[in-house]
């Protein structure tokens, strides 16, 4: 199993970031996939979920509204596209597989929102 981000960076409070996740090593459109981050000296916090076939999603109470998570099969990748970006946003990012993010994680990018 290899899951690999990429997307991450600095933005400015209000501003959009796009993540992806490349996957490989498994049945990527037979597996629920999820997003979860690490803000500097917290605990992981799961972000949003999405189901093998991309009919449902779930998210966090913190960032509904403003991030999307979706999956292109075809191309074994899953994203999270983000706006209304805030400080406490700040965090590392990982792509994971299975609903909540109970299997394996990617090595992570780095998200941060600062003036």
């Known amino acids: 199993v290899q899951l690999v981000e990429s997307g991450g960076g600095v933005v400015r409070p209000g501003g959009s970031l796009r993540l992806s996740c490349a996957a490989s090593g498994f049945t990527f459109g037979s597996e629920d996939m999820s997003w979860v981050r690490q803000g500097p000296g917290k605990g992981p916090e799961w972000v949003a979920s999405i189901n093998s076939g991309g009919s449902t999603t779930s998210y966090a109470e913190s960032v509904k509204g403003r991030f999307t998570i979706a999956r292109d099969n075809a191309e074994n990748t899953v994203f999270l596209q983000m706006d209304s970006l805030k400080p406490e946003d700040t965090a590392v990012y990982y792509c994971?597989?299975?609903?909540?993010?109970?299997?394996?994680w990617g090595q992570g990018t780095q998200v941060t929102v600062s003036s």
């Open positions: 994971a597989r299975g609903w909540a993010g109970n299997d394996y």
